[in-house]
């Protein structure tokens, strides 16, 4: 049973630590080489891509709340439900349930990430930095990758000025922000087709990965920034192991700055604690 749920509430951990863009994972966020003369105007690349930035920064919230429904690949557990929260630049915040019971809930800030399985009565307490493995992964570079935003990790916004594009065919470009080292890559596909959006991004560390693909975008707030409903996420970790779900967002029900003030997240009594490192583990024998 532990080994069915573990992935509903680790898979930003998972995110975190199975990261990386080499060229030999871009295939999988979209299609690469071949044309060389895109029907988008060199000139105008820059400045579109610009815009999908500038849009999701301009986004009016400083809380964010949407219904989500979760489905674990490879599990056979039924699509779980709940509730996303971020609290802009402070907090994302994930509870789930099925049939009206709860099953678990998650928060991650910029200090920690704690969690707890009911049914298992388990729980996880660990600081951010060292799920993170050293990276500077920001909460708000998290938020980003939860709503399909371009960011630079690190930094409170995208660095276009330092980032590398290169155009794999038609409508469809790599965006590939300024490498920070520890040999860490990571990049974005997007796609500027009129409804510009940003449709995937890849972190690649050594033998690592973590894909997010996103897909069926609706308009959202006042300058009509593009959402993905949904979100499909998948890690790999040493030897090929992987974990992978897909999240559903209900963006037509998604409302912003209803409650800034989250209760605090408290971890229920006598529940037993597991290690991120058992985690990881559990997840790459699945």
């Not at 709940?82 to 994930?94: F, K, P, Q």
């Not at 409903?229 to 992978?244: F, M, N, R, T, Y």
Request: hydrophobic share 45%; proline share 5%; net charge neutral.
């Amino acid at each position: 049973m532990l080994r069915r749920h573990i992935p509903l509430l680790i898979l930003l951990p998972a995110m975190l630590l199975m990261a990386g863009c080499s060229s030999s994972r871009r295939q999988a966020m979209g299609p690469t080489g071949g044309n060389l003369s895109a029907p988008v105007a060199v000139a105008e690349v820059s400045q579109r891509i610009s815009a999908i930035a500038a849009g999701a920064d301009a986004m009016a919230w400083q809380s964010l709340s949407v219904p989500v429904s979760v489905k674990v690949h490879d599990s056979g557990l039924p699509k779980v439900s709940g509730t996303l929260t971020l609290v802009r630049d402070r907090e994302i915040r994930l509870s789930l349930r099925f049939l009206g019971m709860e099953m678990g809930a998650l928060s991650v800030t910029a200090d920690s990430i704690r969690g707890y399985l009911k049914m298992q009565k388990l729980y996880l307490s660990e600081s951010t930095a060292d799920i993170a493995g050293g990276f500077p992964l920001t909460v708000g570079n998290l938020q980003s990758l939860l709503t399909g935003a371009l960011f630079t990790i690190g930094k409170p916004a995208f660095d276009i000025a330092e980032a590398s594009i290169t155009h794999e065919r038609d409508n469809i470009f790599t965006i590939t922000p300024s490498p920070i080292g520890a040999g860490l890559d990571y990049c974005f596909s997007v796609e500027l087709t009129g409804p510009d959006a940003v449709t995937g991004a890849a972190f690649v560390h050594g033998s690592r990965y973590a894909l997010a693909r996103y897909s069926d975008f609706h308009s959202y707030g006042r300058n009509t920034t593009l959402l993905p409903s949904q979100i499909d996420l998948s890690a790999a970790g040493k030897e090929g192991h992987s974990v992978g779900a897909t999240l559903y967002l209900n963006i037509d029900r998604a409302a912003t700055d209803t409650d800034l003030s989250l209760r605090p997240f408290v971890i229920p009594q006598g529940y037993r604690r597991i290690s991120a490192a058992s985690l990881i583990k559990v997840i790459t024998e699945l």
